[in-house]
């Protein structure tokens, strides 16, 4: 008697092809925000869309038809405190903290601004550590046109010196801290929260 081979199960492959990437970026450091939660809507046959700790990655069957239109990518941002020191607008129903992308090209980049937050200089004397009164206090802008761009921060207290609330963009990522028109230190902004706080001597 003669055994017969067994017969393999032919495996067909399935060829996907990358069709978008998508990042939400914060508008003043540039960072990719991490902690997504996204769907595609609607669902074009043969398509699907993979999340990363920062990148959404959509990717369809390389036989899927081409969508009538092309989808969204609605996206929620996981981190809770992160999103209350970003500007994301409520969408009726939709949950909280969500942005609808519109998937218009290969590459996507989301920019997502902050609050508005303030900035709180104190400022001291070198030889007695006492509060330094009566400074003009001014962050300038580390990039942009020429004179850079300057924001007041006009005395609260005694030595202490704080900014109206506004956005903080780019420009001032970071910035220069002037006092009497003379640079004193370079820092940035504390973005994690509406109100950075920092203690300076005035060494000008």
Do not use: I
């Not at 081979?5 to 939400?24: I, K, M, Q, Y």
């Not at 990363?52 to 038809?65: E, F, G, Q, T």
């Not at 500007?87 to 996507?108: I, K, N, S, W």
Request: hydrophobic share 40%; proline share 12%; charged share 15%.
């Amino acid at each position: 008697m003669t055994t017969q081979p067994a017969t393999r199960p032919h495996l067909a492959t399935v060829t996907t092809t990358l069709r978008h990437t998508v990042r939400l970026v914060h508008a003043s450091t540039g960072v990719f925000l991490r902690g997504l939660e996204a769907h595609l809507e609607p669902v074009p046959r043969g398509w699907s869309l993979r999340v990363l700790p920062d990148l959404l990655v959509v990717s369809a069957r390389a036989d899927a038809p081409a969508p009538p239109s092309p989808p969204k990518a609605v996206v929620t941002l996981t981190d809770g405190a992160l999103t209350d020191v970003l500007v994301v607008p409520t969408l009726a129903g939709r949950p909280p903290r969500t942005v609808v992308v519109d998937l218009t090209t290969a590459e996507v980049e989301h920019v997502v601004h902050p609050v508005p937050m303030t900035l709180t200089v104190v400022l001291t004397t070198p030889s007695t550590g006492a509060p330094r009164t009566g400074a003009t206090v001014t962050a300038r802008a580390m990039s942009g046109p020429n004179p850079k761009p300057t924001v007041a921060l006009p005395e609260v207290a005694p030595g202490t010196y704080r900014s109206a609330p506004r956005e903080w963009t780019a420009a001032f990522t970071p910035l220069d801290v002037l006092v009497g028109g003379d640079p004193l230190r370079t820092l940035a902004m504390e973005f994690s929260t509406v109100a950075t706080r920092v203690h300076l001597v005035d060494t000008t």
